[in-house]
């Protein structure tokens, strides 16, 4: 893991240095939109609406919409909000653990000890779990003054941003108003029914089978030679020229050559990645997947045992050509 930043908890006068590091992360595979017609792919770019000028994100502003008027506010200006210097964490009270309702919670961060000595922060440790307490902090953090929760998860610090009070909406559903008439028998009959569910929760017994089944069919694709070569049709993207790529025309044209001279980079890459890879959930490519092509069962099996993301990537490194994500 890379920090992405440094912070220092401040309650009374400790301070208890940390280095910040995301604790989660998207597993979904990334996916970039082209023309069905002829592949071209699809960028975003960056218009002025007065001059029509393709704008740079070195001269882009932030500003906000006042209806008849806007306001545009500068890189000083934003600078200029004393929470966006602010490199603390402040706590401002330790509430009980179960008065933090989990709706709150927002994005999770793992907090390393910076310093020589870890005393301080295993001594916030061990006083929070000691006193069951979770701390409520204040922190800035990607231009936002943020409300989190301090709390200990494995032995380390973890920080949770949280939102703010009125960024939570009250449920009020005239349907749960009216009264209903629950019998005891039936109340009988649905605890009998949570019973045979019982069990320990392990997210590890868990897999995200729409993923899996995205993989299974981009391999297939690439075994049977159904994918565009990325570098030749798109080109390699200088600094100086974003955005720009091959006449397509030309790049399919060689895109057909190299692979009538049988250098056929994707299916033979593909073949390698693919028969090492197999899918816990037992299923091969739907036929609805590959249609009436037959070799989605080269591509295909059973993937064994537990697919974790770190696993996944662990495979997917291994090729000798890994797919480019989205830009």
């Known amino acids: 893991m890379r920090a992405i930043g440094k912070r220092v908890i401040a309650f009374g006068l400790v301070n208890v240095p940390v280095k910040i590091y995301s604790a989660t992360e998207d597993h979904d595979i990334s996916l970039h939109q082209v023309h069905d017609k002829d592949g071209g792919r699809i960028r ?3 218009r002025c609406e007065i001059d029509g000028d393709i704008v740079p994100y070195e001269h882009i502003l932030k500003a906000y919409d ?4 806007t306001v545009v506010l500068t890189d000083e200006d934003m600078k200029s909000l004393p929470e966006e210097r602010s490199n603390e964490i402040e706590v401002v009270e330790f509430v009980p653990d179960d008065q933090v309702d989990p709706i709150m919670f927002e994005r999770s961060y793992f ?3 910076d310093s020589k000595s870890a ?3 295993v001594l916030l440790r061990k006083t929070l779990e000691e006193t069951n307490r979770t701390a ?3 922190f800035a953090l990607r231009q936002k003054t943020r409300l989190g929760a301090l709390r200990v998860r494995d032995g380390v610090l973890m920080l949770q941003g949280l939102l703010w009070a009125d960024e939570v909406r009250t449920a009020d559903f005239p349907s749960l108003s009216a009264d209903v008439r629950i019998t005891e028998k039936e109340l009988e009959m649905s605890s009998k ?3 045979s569910y019982e069990s320990d929760f392990s997210p590890e017994k868990f897999e995200d089978d729409y993923q899996a089944q995205l993989e299974q069919l981009i391999d297939a694709k690439l075994e049977q030679g159904d994918a565009l070569d990325t570098e030749a049709t798109f080109g390699e993207e200088s600094e100086g020229a974003k955005g720009e790529v091959l006449d397509l025309m030309e790049a399919l044209r060689r895109s057909v050559e190299r692979n009538r001279s049988g250098g056929k980079t994707s299916s033979g890459k593909a073949s390698g990645k693919t028969a090492s890879r197999t899918s816990s959930s037992g299923k091969s490519t739907s036929s609805k997947s590959t249609s009436s092509k037959s070799t989605s069962s080269k591509s295909t099996g059973s993937r064994g045992g537990s697919r ?3 696993g996944a990537k662990r495979e997917r490194a291994s090729s000798s ?3 480019k994500k989205a830009g």
């Open 119 to 121: 005393k301080a922060y």
């Open 308 to 310: 974790s993301g770190s």
């Open 321 to 323: 050509k890994p797919r």
């Open 111 to 113: 907090l390393e000890p």
């Open 136 to 138: 409520i902090v204040k």
């Open 66 to 69: 006042a209806g008849d008027r």
């Open 44 to 46: 975003y770019q960056r």
């Open 193 to 195: 029914l949570v019973a």
